[in-house]
T-cell receptor, first 115, second 111 residues
């Protein structure tokens, strides 16, 4: 596609429910990144994929968070047993390769509200 | 751990002014630095990317400089317009191209 797309754009859920957030990177981009933007913490890195592999998961806030990527394209970020502190905007970005010189392009984000 | 600071946190200027946004980072071992723009409720739009070996980049009315040794970057906006009103974010890329963001500068340009 023309840009990075994310769905849903907004998600309201009840505490304790599981949610899945989806990211569609720019076609041909092999690297994919997830970030979270919350009022108290600013923008923080969560996880990245090179192809379908996620070499470093240390940025994930807790073991309730997981992510996968299939076919070197779409990625899903799953949050289990959501808590109110998970409320934030979840942003996805992609770049042509997972090299240090590559510009990242961001999607519009998914705004998650946990009641 | 890399830390990125942006000053000022907020800025309000009349239309037509030239302005400078500042970004500083604690670890000079970066691979590149990106400036982004974020409009309310929207995602991030990349404005400029400066490779670690470069000193500056220009795009239209925007000019970004990088002094890696001192851990500083500035974004210069010439002849500001009301449409420039947004939050400007600075981010540095470390190993793996993971970005560390500053807290942003919220800019308001008044007609």
């Amino acid at each position: 596609g023309a840009g990075v797309s994310q769905s849903p754009s907004n998600k309201v859920t009840e505490k304790g429910k599981d949610v899945e957030l989806r990211c569609d990177p720019i076609s041909g981009h092999t690297a994919l990144y997830w970030y979270r933007q919350s009022l108290g913490q600013g923008l923080e890195f969560l996880i990245y994929f090179q192809g379908n592999s996620a070499p470093d998961k240390s940025g994930l806030p807790s073991d309730r968070f997981s992510a996968e990527r299939t076919g070197g394209s779409v990625s899903t970020l799953t949050i289990q047993r959501t808590q109110q502190e998970d409320s934030a905007v979840y942003l996805c970005a992609s770049s042509l390769r997972q090299l240090d010189l590559n510009e990242q392009f961001f999607g519009p984000g998914t705004r998650l509200t946990v009641l | 751990k890399q830390e990125v600071t942006q000053i000022p946190a907020a800025l309000s200027v009349p239309e037509g002014e030239n302005l400078v946004l500042n970004c500083s980072f604690t670890d000079s071992a970066i691979y590149n630095l990106q400036w982004f723009r974020q409009d309310p409720g929207k995602g991030l739009t990349s404005l400029l990317l400066i490779q670690s070996s470069q000193r500056e980049q220009t795009s239209g009315r925007l000019n970004a400089s990088l002094d890696k040794s001192s851990g500083r970057s500035t974004l210069y906006i010439a002849a500001s317009q009301p449409g420039d009103s947004a939050t400007y974010l600075c981010a540095v890329a470390g190993a793996g191209n993971m970005l560390t963001f500053g807290g942003g500068t919220r800019l308001m340009v008044k007609p």
